[in-house]
């Protein structure tokens, strides 16, 4: 029994540095579903609501993203700056980088649902009129500037991507022996992802991105879009 | 001899290929995307004719002088219909769940394109009477309708969060102009999403 409450108290007092060790759990991310933003908005006005969520939901990302990266940024800073080859240790794991790309790709995901589920000005009945859709469309503010605010979000979110898959990157070519590298040891062997490269797998951009799996909507089949009528 | 038969058989084949490609893919899809919704449906303006009987007369004064109003009616079905139809190029967005004045009141909108929105205005000051609603749609429309306000709550309630997201990302994107690009030979201004070009705007480029 006392080398039971020994074992305890030392594996008390050995807690938090097994803890570095292992992979930081981050919080579980999730924006606003379509469904949520639904019971308040109804038309075109209500695309407010859908931009703002857009907004809240890169805020957050950033939020925990920072709050993961912030010690990894400026080691690899100065590691970069000393140009030296030296394995580091970031403090961050491979698995801490992966789930926070998981969230940022899960945020992207979200805010493309946003976007195919905004309401159209009542005026769109014009086009029967030979009036050009993007005509209408752009000049009712209520869709254009709604519509913007989720297309910057959108690459707001891509360059979040982007910056992690190059810490990722960064980590596995430098990090051979870093303490904290315990798992996620598979991603050495794999090609390096070309940080914001078009079409990379890893990294889903704009229409090209994977399902969200916070509302389960359906990802319609991709679709070739008229970009100048 | 029998070349000269075949001669006319085989240009009669061709023309009824094409005709039926032509059915099969254009014009199935240019069908799909026309809607009863098409030009204007004196429906409401009939139903309420009693009730206010000045514009039963101003529709007349307008058809009368050439002027052409346009979605007079609009069901709900005929909204869905037309925009699945636009949605099948691209995500447009959903219809309002809300009704339109176009659906429950009687509502025109008239082209500002060839100005028949300036007679039907001229027109409606002798003619109208009672509450009238006239509004400028920013896409080229002129709206007029006996309803309350179309715009809801929301237009005025804003968004601290998005207003600060959008002063910031506009001082941000000075150098590169928001990301937005000029396609040569196209107009307007485009963004980059994925692999496709969204055109953002009809003027030069902002800053």
Redesign the interface.
């Known amino acids: 029994m006392k080398k039971l409450i020994r074992l305890t108290i030392t594996l008390c007092i050995l807690s938090p540095a097994l803890g570095e060790a292992s992979p930081k759990k981050i919080p579980v991310f999730a924006c606003a579903t379509v469904q949520s933003i639904d019971k308040e908005a109804e038309d075109c006005d209500g695309n407010i609501l859908f931009a703002e969520a857009a907004v809240l939901c890169l805020n957050k990302l950033k939020d925990l993203v920072d709050a993961q990266t912030a010690s990894a940024k400026k080691l690899m800073e100065a590691s970069t700056s000393a140009h030296t080859s030296e394995a580091a240790n970031y403090g961050i794991s491979m698995d801490t980088i992966d789930q926070l790309l998981r969230s940022a790709k899960q945020a992207n995901a979200q805010v493309a649902i946003y976007m195919k589920n905004i309401y159209v000005p009542e005026e769109f009945g014009l086009v029967e009129a030979g009036v050009d859709e993007d005509e209408i469309l752009l000049g009712e503010k209520c869709y254009s500037e709604n519509r913007e605010t989720l297309l910057w979000v959108e690459q707001d979110i891509d360059q979040i991507i982007d910056e992690l898959e190059a810490m990722k990157k960064m980590s596995a070519n430098l990090g051979g022996s870093s303490t904290t590298r315990k798992t996620g040891q598979d991603s050495l062997s794999a090609p390096a992802v070309k940080a914001g490269g078009q079409g990379s797998v890893g990294n889903p951009k704009g229409r090209d991105r994977g399902q969200s799996d916070i509302s389960g909507t359906e990802k319609k089949p991709e679709k070739l879009a008229p970009t100048n009528r | 001899m029998l070349a000269l038969r075949w001669y006319p058989m085989k240009s009669l084949l061709l023309a009824l290929s094409v005709t039926l490609f032509s059915m099969l893919f254009l014009g199935v899809d240019a069908l799909a995307c026309?809607?009863s919704?098409?030009?204007c449906n004196p429906h409401n303006i009939n139903i309420y004719k009693k009730k206010h009987p000045s514009w039963k007369l101003f529709y007349e004064k307008v058809i009368a002088e050439g002027v052409?109003p346009?979605?007079c009616f609009?069901s709900r079905a005929c909204?869905e219909q037309?925009?699945k139809c636009?949605n099948?190029?691209?995500?447009?967005?959903?219809?309002?769940?809300?009704a339109?004045n176009?659906e429950t009141r009687i509502a025109m909108?008239f082209?500002t394109?060839n100005g028949h929105h300036i007679r039907a205005r001229e027109i409606a000051k002798t003619t109208l009477t009672g509450n009238v609603r006239q509004l400028m749609?920013?896409?080229?429309?002129f709206?007029m309708s006996n309803g309350a306000s179309?715009?809801?709550r929301?237009?005025v309630?804003?968004?601290r969060?998005?207003d600060s997201?959008?002063a910031k990302?506009k001082a941000k994107g000075v150098g590169n102009r928001?990301?937005y690009i000029v396609?040569p030979g196209?107009?307007?201004t485009?963004?980059?999403?994925?692999?496709?070009?969204?055109?953002?705007?009809?003027e030069p480029i902002r800053s």
């Open positions: 026309s809607s919704c098409s030009g052409k346009i979605s609009r909204q037309l925009l636009y099948r190029r691209r995500d447009y967005g959903r219809v309002a769940k809300r339109s176009h909108d082209s394109r749609h920013g896409g080229g429309g709206h179309e715009g809801s929301l237009a309630r804003g968004s969060a998005v997201y959008r990302r928001n990301g396609i196209k107009s307007g485009y963004l980059k999403r994925g692999n496709e070009f969204i055109r953002m705007t009809w």
